[in-house]
């Protein structure tokens, strides 16, 4: 009977982080962004992603630049309330730290305003022709032909992403370690080999 009620309450207090969570996602994106303020609350993320949002080549950290800004608060609602597992950026994405809602809303819109340097890290290049037939068939229809996503459908921006970081995203998803990963690309991907998941992304990596 305790085992029970133990496992009543943690469904109950899934349920209220889903709605919550939601809320916070919904209510940032309608609020208007102060892209000084954002400036100002990136300095929490510039330690890891540089202060130009590139990220790192060898894939330990994304580019962020000009991702999009519905992308950018969805992946901090999903750390923030643990649907995405990313321990390194749960003391960044918390509210006590970041901020409140707004301040999600400025560091997003902050973070989309930063140029795409287009100088990110690439695979080997040795298999394109087979990455590129695996682009085509499987992610322009939500990723678009260039990567640049769609912001309205919360697709994220793909472009001059790192091939490192992508590699590990997709293996990921594919192996059930993404709890936030998108069902319809998860049916997409669940049979690749790895040698596929690296020839797509290795493609992607140079768009």
Request: overall charge neutral.
């Given at each position: 009977m305790k085992s029970f009620i133990v496992f009543c309450v943690l469904i109950y207090q899934a349920i209220i982080n889903s709605v919550f969570a939601q809320d916070v996602y919904e209510q940032a994106l309608l609020l208007k962004s102060n892209l000084e303020h954002g400036k100002?609350?990136?300095?929490?993320?510039?330690?890891?992603?540089?202060?130009?949002?590139?990220?790192?080549?060898?894939?330990?950290?994304?580019?962020?630049?000009?991702?999009?800004?519905?992308?950018?608060?969805?992946?901090?609602?999903?750390?923030?309330?643990?649907?995405?597992?990313?321990p390194t950026m749960y003391p960044?994405?918390?509210?006590?730290?970041?901020?409140?809602?707004?301040?999600?809303?400025?560091?997003?819109?902050?973070?989309?305003?930063?140029?795409?340097?287009?100088?990110?890290?690439?695979?080997?290049?040795?298999?394109?022709?087979?990455?590129?037939?695996?682009y085509l068939n499987n992610c322009t229809g939500c990723h678009g032909l260039d990567g640049q996503g769609d912001a309205q459908l919360t697709f994220p921006r793909i472009k001059s992403q790192h091939y490192e970081y992508l590699l590990r995203q997709l293996k990921w998803?594919?192996?059930?370690?993404?709890?936030?990963?998108?069902?319809?690309?998860?049916?997409?991907?669940?049979?690749?080999?790895?040698?596929?998941?690296?020839?797509?992304a290795d493609y992607v990596s140079r768009l």
């Amino acid at each position: 009977m305790k085992s029970f009620i133990v496992f009543c309450v943690l469904i109950y207090q899934a349920i209220i982080n889903s709605v919550f969570a939601q809320d916070v996602y919904e209510q940032a994106l309608l609020l208007k962004s102060n892209l000084e303020h954002g400036k100002n609350s990136y300095k929490l993320c510039a330690a890891c992603h540089l202060d130009n949002g590139a990220g790192k080549k060898n894939g330990s950290f994304p580019v962020i630049a000009a991702q999009h800004k519905s992308v950018i608060i969805k992946q901090l609602k999903d750390i923030q309330y643990k649907h995405r597992d990313s321990p390194t950026m749960y003391p960044f994405s918390d509210a006590k730290t970041i901020g409140g809602v707004q301040a999600i809303a400025d560091v997003a819109a902050y973070i989309e305003s930063l140029p795409d340097l287009g100088n990110n890290g690439l695979g080997s290049g040795e298999r394109l022709v087979q990455g590129k037939a695996l682009y085509l068939n499987n992610c322009t229809g939500c990723h678009g032909l260039d990567g640049q996503g769609d912001a309205q459908l919360t697709f994220p921006r793909i472009k001059s992403q790192h091939y490192e970081y992508l590699l590990r995203q997709l293996k990921w998803m594919r192996d059930g370690y993404r709890a936030n990963s998108n069902p319809d690309m998860l049916d997409l991907i669940k049979n690749m080999s790895d040698l596929e998941l690296s020839d797509l992304a290795d493609y992607v990596s140079r768009l």
